[in-house]
């Protein structure tokens, strides 16, 4: 019988790592033991998590000058992210507040797209507080620390994104589960992979993106780029465990911001 507390599948990086099983499981107890409504539990990281995030941040910044949208990169000085430090969830959660009035509760690893999104509507994003294998600093097979503050931060401390992934949860809550897989699925399309145009350059929106080194640097010329259509987007399914072989790109960032509010605050009316 598996003792651990964190499930990893047989490909993950971590898998046959004992110290870094355990970690995540210790990890994984404090989520499990957080109250609601009280702040993230600190995590005393470890020099080797501290150089996974100094890698990872000083290699996707320089992605950022190239491939970032406007609104992402007109966020990001208000984090006050450094390589020398990895940020605890907790006072990152605190600057979210102060701008939109999200924050963020932990969870030990991957919850299902309702729960996700449910909190979304009360302006709470679930997120992992543990770092990826330090076997593989540029990559990580499922949400991690980096992948929440450098993904989807930025975005948080927007009010336009703040109000759409309210939205999504708003309409979660009036979704039967059909409706709820058209809602991920336009979520990951969206606020994960997102890309759109500014002049003729392509830009990324998406967390997904934003946070892995891969993904950034290889969507422009390996994925296939179709036009924004939230109809299709709803019926498009994806596969977490891949890069995505398909993005669509929207006009603009205004227009998928525009376009995503209208069409979520109709579902939320229902």
């Known amino acids: 019988m598996d003792a651990h507390l964190v499930q990893l599948d047989l490909d993950h990086p971590g898998f046959r790592d004992p110290t870094y099983r355990t970690r995540r499981d210790a990890i994984a107890r404090l989520a499990a033991a957080h109250e609601r409504g009280q702040p993230p539990p600190h995590v005393e990281y470890t020099a080797e998590e501290s150089l996974v995030w ?130 991920i699925r336009t979520y990951w399309y969206c606020m994960e992979f997102g890309v759109v145009r500014e002049g003729d350059a392509l830009k990324a929106v998406g967390a997904g993106l934003l946070s892995s080194f891969g993904e950034l640097g290889r969507f422009e010329r390996e994925a296939m780029l179709v036009p924004f259509d939230l109809d299709v987007i709803a019926r498009t399914p994806f596969d977490p465990t891949q890069y995505q072989s398909t993005l669509f790109v929207a006009a603009s960032e205004d227009l998928l911001l525009a376009t995503l509010t209208e069409w979520l605050e109709l579902l939320s009316r229902r």
């Not at 984090?79 to 990152?92: D, T, W």
């Not at 009360?122 to 997120?127: G, I, N, P, S």
Request: charged residues 25%; proline residues 8%.
């Open 54 to 183: 100094a890698t990872a941040l000083e290699a996707l910044t320089k992605l950022h000058a190239r491939y970032a949208c406007r609104g992402y990169l007109a966020a990001w000085p208000a984090l006050e992210f450094s390589p020398a430090r990895i940020p605890q969830l907790a006072e990152i959660s605190e600057r979210l507040e102060r701008a939109t009035g999200f924050t963020y509760a932990p969870v030990a690893g991957l919850v299902t797209p309702r729960d996700f999104m449910d909190r979304l509507s009360d302006r709470t994003f679930l997120a992992t507080q543990y770092m990826r294998h330090p076997s593989t600093p540029l990559y990580t097979p499922e949400p991690d620390l980096i992948h929440e503050l450098v993904g989807h931060a930025p975005s948080l401390c927007d009010e336009r994104y703040a109000r759409i992934n309210q939205l999504f949860g708003d309409a979660t809550r009036v979704a039967d589960d059909a409706q709820v897989d058209q809602l």
